[in-house]
């Protein structure tokens, strides 16, 4: 589960700033808050919306390039193949317009919780190099916190439970410490609860490469199909089955089957339309999330999706007799038709833009306050609010186009 993560001097987000999954202490939606047994609650979904170029992608890649940083080393090693697919965006951007900030490094700060813990990883890095990191836990059992290690220019220190393992006096600058541990002490039992969070507890799909998603997605479960074909007959597509035939030179080619006046027929999926096409490469991630309970990041999810099945899929994750195990989901979207009260809680809906210096600022309509010092009341129309300027996120074309100059 991901709890809240933080990142400054990441490509057009030069400020520090806070993506937080914590539920706040509102009286909406109190049903739909996954509750921990600590008595933690958490947020099972969370959107970010805002105008084009403002800076919502950036948000999730900055997640995704934590995650690739750290399990970049540990597939190159050999440890985890099937990861591959995971790891295609690398580059660490710094934000362009600041002298400041192009010499400064890269910041991320990252909350999550396995079954036993909750962990606080810590890591900055310039120009490829580590030049900060540091990772504490607290384990569910005490409730106490504890450091496992820190690395800062002065040396690196192994603490607590990890003070007995060993590292390379030539340890390079380039390879996280974390990363370090996962490829030599992968079968360290806190090790392991950490790098599988980051390997299987969090998933990002951005439609790169829809089909071997699909297949990695699918592959891993019989029970993901199954889950995934009663979703298909719930939004009613019309498709009974789908297999998965492997061709040569490692592709796949899947085909859905129809069933018309009696007569039944398989398709492949490049004769169905790209809304479908879409949906096949989603729906198994959503299954699998459910399924396992993990985080899902998905970069424009209502893109070629019908609103209706976006709400669909929203209330999956909300409805915790659906959500039964945690998942959460984690989406940017320009859709407004569920920018409402009876689908979102505040908390869950972010806004991001960019000010005068070209700098994304990130806020939750939970702590937004207008310019009387008001917060948005939980019964407001959001998205008639949203589409009048009022959430500072504008997503018009009127700084772009002078609409006296066009009405003259």
């Known amino acids: 589960m991901l709890c809240q993560f933080t990142v400054k001097n990441y490509k057009s987000i030069r400020d520090e700033m806070t993506f937080d999954m914590q539920a706040s202490g509102i009286s909406e939606h109190n049903d739909c808050v996954i509750k921990e047994t600590d008595g933690q609650l958490f947020l099972p979904v969370s959107a970010i919306y805002g105008p084009n170029g403002g800076g919502k992608s950036n948000v999730l890649e900055a997640i995704q390039t934590l995650d690739t940083i750290v399990l970049r080393p540990v597939q190159a090693a050999g440890q985890n193949s099937q990861m591959a697919y995971k790891l295609s965006k690398v580059p660490v951007k710094t934000f362009s317009f600041s002298e ?195 985080t899902l990041v998905i970069d424009e999810l209502d893109a070629k999706i019908h609103p209706v099945l976006l709400k669909h899929i929203i209330m999956m994750f909300t409805n915790l007799e659906i959500n039964r195990y945690g998942a959460q989901l984690i989406f940017t979207s320009h859709d407004l038709s569920t920018m409402n009260n009876e689908v979102f809680r505040r908390d869950e809906i972010w806004f991001v833009a960019k000010g005068n210096d070209q700098n994304s600022k990130l806020y939750s309509l939970v702590e937004f306050k207008a310019g009387n010092g008001e917060i948005v009341r939980k019964d407001a129309k959001y998205d008639k609010q949203y589409l009048e300027g009022k959430y500072g996120a504008d997503p018009y074309l009127r700084k772009i186009i002078d609409w006296r100059e066009i009405s003259a």
């Open 100 to 294: 400041k900030s192009k010499y400064a490094p890269t910041e991320f700060e990252i909350f999550f919780r396995t079954m036993s813990a909750e962990y606080r990883y810590i890591l900055h890095v310039q120009d490829g190099a580590v030049v900060f990191e540091k990772l504490d836990r607290i384990k569910f059992d005490t409730n106490r916190r504890s450091a496992l290690f820190e690395r800062n220019a002065e040396g690196t220190e192994l603490k607590g439970a990890f003070s007995k393992l060993k590292i390379s006096e030539g340890l390079s600058n380039t390879l996280p410490l974390l990363s370090y541990l996962a490829i030599t002490y992968l079968n360290n039992e806190i090790v392991k609860d950490i790098i599988s969070w980051f390997e299987s507890g969090i998933d990002f799909l951005n439609y790169g490469n829809p089909l071997e998603e699909l297949r990695t997605a699918v592959a891993s479960s019989e029970e993901i199909k199954e889950l995934v074909l009663d979703m298909i007959r719930e939004m009613d597509l019309d498709i009974e089955d789908f297999r998965i035939e492997e061709r040569e030179k490692n592709r796949i080619e899947v085909f859905t089957k129809h069933t018309v006046g009696g007569y039944s027929e398989e398709l492949t999926l490049s004769e169905e339309s790209s809304g479908t096409q879409k949906l096949f490469s989603l729906l198994p991630f959503i299954a699998r999330s459910l399924l396992r309970g993990t």
